[in-house]
């Protein structure tokens, strides 16, 4: 069993930047693939970003490609999503995933919400 706690949302402007981060318990975070997830109102939860339990292999939606981060720090047992260039379509509430063939797992989610 893995437990998330997502952490890091906010209000910010349009340009700004924001790292969430996600906090797993339990001593298999390691051997967790990881990922974010969102989701806007009136919308479907869509893909962000994953990354494979060894860190090597990252994925991102096309939307947030080259201005979104993923990564992982398997000590800290914390998965975080740097978020620069933010625009009014990015607000939603971010979810954080786990699991090892699929999602598996999901924190509560944490709201970001850009202003034009």
């Known amino acids: 069993q893995v437990q998330l706690v997502e952490s890091g949302g906010g209000l910010v402007q349009a340009g700004d930047s924001l790292r969430l981060s996600c906090a797993a318990s339990?001593?298999?975070?390691?051997?967790?693939?990881m990922a974010w997830f969102r989701q806007a109102p009136g919308k479907e939860r869509e893909f962000v970003a994953s990354?494979?339990?060894?860190?090597?292999?990252?994925s991102y939606a096309d939307s947030v490609k080259g201005r979104f981060t993923i990564s992982r720090d398997n000590a800290k047992n914390t998965v975080y999503l740097q978020m620069n260039s933010l625009k009014p379509e990015d607000t939603a509430v971010y979810y954080c995933?786990?699991?090892?063939?699929?999602?598996?797992?999901w924190g509560q989610g944490t709201q970001v919400t850009v202003s034009s």
């Open positions: 995933a786990a699991g090892a063939t699929g999602w598996n797992y």
């Open positions: 339990g001593r298999t975070f390691r051997t967790y693939n």
């Open positions: 990354i494979t339990w060894s860190g090597f292999s990252l």
